[in-house]
């Protein structure tokens, strides 16, 4: 158990929809982020929060936002969903804001299916 | 441009053997390494990290990796394969600059250990 819990473990909706995924991070880090895992893509960076501030984007889309609460929970927005947007969501925390070695510890997952 | 390559979609083994699953890289600047490894249905767990220093990397499970900067790769090792071994690994890697604290994932390698 890596520390870093998200809810819920499945979510099934359809396209047009919209969806919330929420990740806590371990206890004391500041840092999270988000990641998309998909068959075609792979394991893609979405975004990294640090202490409530977007901090780094990678290939986010427009239709996604996320942010990071007072408490340091974060959640991540899908919007106007498609059928391509299926895949597992991951967050990750790192006690800092990334230095470069930290290790990201991951949270078991979301895996959203859009009919 | 930062960029894991994992050249093996696949690696069977048989229990007892040594196992390899290889990973190349591209980076800018120096390169922090990690590898990952996924079960079915679960989230990602950290294996072991190259920072600086020795060129192998003792991590968790029994597994090591040896860093090589002139062939850039960081190969995942393992004396004598278990078939509790089996699942999806991943390679992964960070550079400094703008993209600090996020990772570059390689597609991964679904290791198969049979009896």
């Known amino acids: 158990d890596s520390g870093v819990t998200q809810t819920p473990k499945h979510l099934i909706t359809a396209t047009g929809q919209r969806v919330t995924l929420r990740c806590s991070p371990r206890s004391g880090d500041l840092s999270v982020y988000w990641y998309q895992q998909s068959l075609d893509q792979g394991l893609q960076f979405l975004i990294q929060y640090y202490n409530g501030e977007e901090r780094a984007k990678g290939n986010i889309l427009e239709r996604f936002s996320a942010q990071q609460f007072p408490d340091l929970h974060s959640e991540l927005n899908l919007s106007s969903l498609e059928l391509g947007d299926s895949a597992l969501y991951f967050c990750?925390?790192?006690?800092?804001?990334?230095?470069?070695?930290?290790?990201?510890?991951f949270g078991p997952g979301t895996r959203l299916t859009v009919l | 441009a930062q960029s894991v390559a994992q050249p093996e979609d696949q690696v069977n083994v048989a229990e007892g053997n040594p196992l390899t699953v290889k990973c190349t890289y591209s980076?800018?600047?120096?390169?922090?390494l990690f590898w990952y490894v996924q079960y079915p249905n679960r989230g990602l767990q950290f294996l072991l990290k190259y920072i600086t220093g020795d060129n192998l990397v003792k991590g968790s499970y029994g597994f090591e990796a040896e860093f090589n900067k002139s062939q850039t790769s960081f190969h995942l090792k393992k004396p004598s394969a278990l078939v509790s071994d089996s699942a999806l690994y991943f390679c992964?890697?960070?550079?400094?600059?703008?993209?600090?604290?996020?990772?570059?994932f390689g597609r991964g390698t679904q290791l198969t250990v049979w009896p």
């Open positions: 980076v800018s600047g120096n390169p922090y």
């Open positions: 990750a925390s790192t006690p800092l804001s990334g230095g470069r070695t930290d290790t990201q510890y």
């Open positions: 992964a890697v960070r550079a400094g600059g703008s993209t600090l604290g996020r990772l570059y």
